[in-house]
């Protein structure tokens, strides 16, 4: 019988974290942890990447779609730098990842090749948690303490293990499985509830509220009953974040859809008329299509007190999980339905769901990529997953993608870092084998990294008992970044054409190309009854324009109905319209 090593230990501390997979490129430094998990029969598996930077979006992305911990394997030096852009994903977007770095530095300190200082390189983006292991003995206490501090303050920790402790035979005093009690991995160890007064002030501004918003965020996954009960209960209007977007059902009458940039001319809307804002669960980083401040009052609902008020002034905060905090205050506002602002908010979600599909049906040369994904809203499978790249398609996602429930969808929502969407979708279709999975991207985040991670896809699918992972790549060949939005006489910047259909069919896979209108929804229903994984290449026109809604102050003069809130706005519009003659002066 082989003798236990310290590679052994990690191993069996991710089994007892409940670790189905860890993601990583392979290295000299972490060989005895490979090595280990590959005598571990698949439990935990290790999912080698094309990069390092993917193998840490798909540790993102696993704790994306499963609410689980995500991790991942480097070994010092490049490989560990490569870690941080996926890692900084989980930090902003507040998701539990654990990352473990290999190191094999001998020598005098500052002379090893590859050596660089990994307490300083990682200490912002793990700020909560970066440690050494020095002995045998303290491993497993180190990534119990690791795990337990991702999954508490939801972000991503380190630990950093010399190659030379990861072989070392451990001794007798180490026990063979070290007690731990691991509440759900990614959820609150604990039940938190704002405080009754706090409960008791926030029920009566939103009882004393004539026009109620609420602004619905990553944050509220779970309080779906709840939030539509609220918001049925005071006759409310509900928009939602980013990252929000798959946590109600787009169906709903009142739902206004996604606010900002890349969001709807309702969202904004709503923001516009509303005097009273509820949040709940959100960060929305978009604050100039949030209401103008003295406007409302403000409640704002999150597990972790320190966001609250950080984006936007709040009258009452509360510290809670969200679905127990809104249960709270469902048994304390009264019902006051408000016919007339719940009307105006039907009206205006009426107004946009028409001109949404005139925009799709837009001609367009070749193809209006707005159509793309409205063709594919009616026949998205139930039990999807979507992963959602950064880029042009954020816009076109938003606004034309419906969600039903039973949907999830995540994107890289607050760093914004493009490549993310083939990575997200291995660590979801790895999850859940048996759902299909879907990656919408630019033909420049496929360039980026979509084409190497497509051999990841290859390698694994005949594992798969439902083998739908279907990439949409909206190849546009636009290189500004901007698609529509490129200023009138600049020069055109092509991205260099590349056959991703073909691609995909070099690897054995399915793939198809479409460069007509009338053929998108065939193209659809091809790649959606394929046997196998497929990518999907619309050749689409970069000129089409974003439009971005306007602020909020724009849509609010037309939208309020009482004398008083007209005079206050008119008031503010005068305010703004000179400021801004000034600046121009």
Request: hydrophobic share 45%; glycine share 8%.
């Given at each position: 019988m082989a003798e236990r090593t310290v590679a052994d230990l990690v191993v069996e501390r991710l089994r007892a974290w409940r670790v189905p997979r860890a993601f990583g490129y392979p290295g000299a430094a972490i060989a005895p942890m490979l090595a280990a998990l590959d005598e571990a029969g698949g439990d935990p598996d290790f999912v080698p990447a094309r990069h390092e930077e993917t193998a840490a979006f798909m540790a993102t992305g696993h704790a994306k779609f499963t609410g689980g911990i995500g991790v991942c394997l480097a070994t010092q030096g490049p490989s560990a730098v490569h870690l941080l852009n996926g890692l900084y994903d989980a930090k902003l977007d507040s998701k539990p990842v654990v990352a473990i770095i290999g190191e094999d530095v001998s020598g005098p300190l500052g002379g090893a090749h590859e050596e660089i200082g990994l307490s300083r390189l990682f200490g912002d983006v793990c700020n909560q948690f970066v440690r050494y292991g020095r002995s045998p003995e303290h491993v497993p206490a180190?990534?119990?303490?690791?795990?337990?501090?991702?999954?508490?303050?939801?972000?991503?920790?380190?630990?950093?293990?010399?190659?030379?402790?990861?072989?070392?035979?451990?001794?007798?005093?180490?026990?063979?499985?070290?007690?731990?009690?691991?509440?759900?991995?990614?959820?609150?160890?604990?039940?938190?509830?704002?405080?009754?007064?706090?409960?008791?002030?926030?029920?009566?501004?939103?009882?004393?509220g004539q026009r109620v918003a609420l602004l619905v965020g990553q944050g509220a996954h779970g309080a779906e009953e709840e939030i539509v009960a609220l918001a049925d209960r005071l006759g409310a209007g509900v928009a939602t974040s980013l990252l929000g977007k798959p946590?109600?059902?787009?169906?709903?009458?009142?739902?206004?859809?996604?606010?900002?940039?890349?969001?709807?001319?309702?969202?904004?809307?709503?923001?516009?008329?509303?005097?009273?804002?509820?949040?709940?669960?959100?960060?929305?980083?978009?604050?100039?299509?949030?209401?103008?401040?003295?406007?409302?009052?403000?409640?704002?609902?999150?597990?972790?007190?320190?966001?609250?008020?950080?984006?936007?002034?709040?009258?009452?905060?509360?510290?809670?999980?969200?679905?127990?905090?809104?249960?709270?205050?469902?048994?304390?506002?009264?019902?006051?339905?408000?016919?007339?602002?719940?009307?105006?908010?039907?009206?205006?979600?009426?107004?946009?769901?028409?001109?949404?599909?005139?925009?799709?049906?837009?001609?367009?040369?070749?193809?209006?990529?707005?159509?793309?994904?409205?063709?594919?809203?009616?026949?998205?499978?139930?039990?999807?997953?979507v992963a959602v790249d950064v880029g042009s398609v954020v816009y076109w996602y938003a606004r034309h993608l419906e969600l039903p429930p039973g949907v999830q969808a995540r994107l890289c929502g607050t760093l914004g870092s493009m490549g993310c969407a083939l990575p997200y979708a291995v660590a979801a279709k790895l999850a859940r084998p048996d759902q299909p999975v879907l990656a919408l991207l630019g033909d420049g985040a496929m360039q980026l990294n979509g084409l190497a991670e497509l051999i990841t896809v290859a390698h694994h699918w005949t594992e798969w008992s439902d083998p739908r992972l279907v990439v949409l790549v909206l190849n546009n060949r636009d290189q500004s970044g901007v698609g529509g939005g490129r200023p009138p006489g600049a020069l055109p910047d092509r991205r260099p054409d590349v056959p991703y259909a073909g691609w995909a069919r070099l690897l054995g896979l399915h793939g198809v190309r479409v460069d007509r209108p009338d053929l998108v929804g065939a193209a659809w229903d091809e790649v959606l009854a394929a046997d196998r994984p497929s990518v999907l290449e619309a050749v689409v026109d970069p000129a089409v324009a974003l439009d971005v809604p306007e602020p909020a102050l724009a849509d609010l003069r037309g939208l309020v109905a009482d004398g008083d809130a007209a005079r206050r706005v008119r008031e503010r519009v005068t305010q703004t319209e000179a400021i801004a003659a000034e600046d121009l002066v």
């Open positions: 180190l990534l119990d303490q690791a795990f337990r501090t991702a999954a508490a303050t939801r972000s991503p920790t380190c630990v950093v293990l010399p190659r030379a402790l990861q072989v070392t035979v451990v001794p007798d005093l180490v026990p063979q499985t070290a007690g731990v009690v691991t509440a759900t991995p990614g959820e609150p160890l604990a039940r938190v509830l704002p405080h009754e007064a706090d409960l008791d002030a926030a029920a009566a501004l939103l009882g004393t946590v109600l059902d787009e169906r709903l009458p009142f739902h206004t859809g996604v606010l900002g940039e890349v969001g709807t001319t309702a969202a904004a809307q709503l923001m516009g008329g509303c005097d009273t804002l509820l949040m709940v669960g959100t960060n929305d980083p978009w604050t100039d299509w949030f209401p103008m401040v003295g406007q409302v009052r403000t409640i704002q609902i999150d597990i972790d007190g320190r966001r609250i008020g950080t984006r936007y002034p709040v009258d009452v905060p509360l510290v809670g999980d969200s679905a127990e905090t809104l249960r709270a205050l469902l048994t304390r506002v009264p019902e006051r339905r408000n016919g007339q602002w719940r009307g105006v908010v039907e009206r205006s979600v009426e107004r946009w769901r028409e001109a949404a599909v005139d925009r799709a049906a837009a001609p367009a040369e070749p193809i209006n990529p707005q159509l793309v994904l409205r063709e594919l809203s009616a026949r998205l499978p139930q039990r999807a997953s």
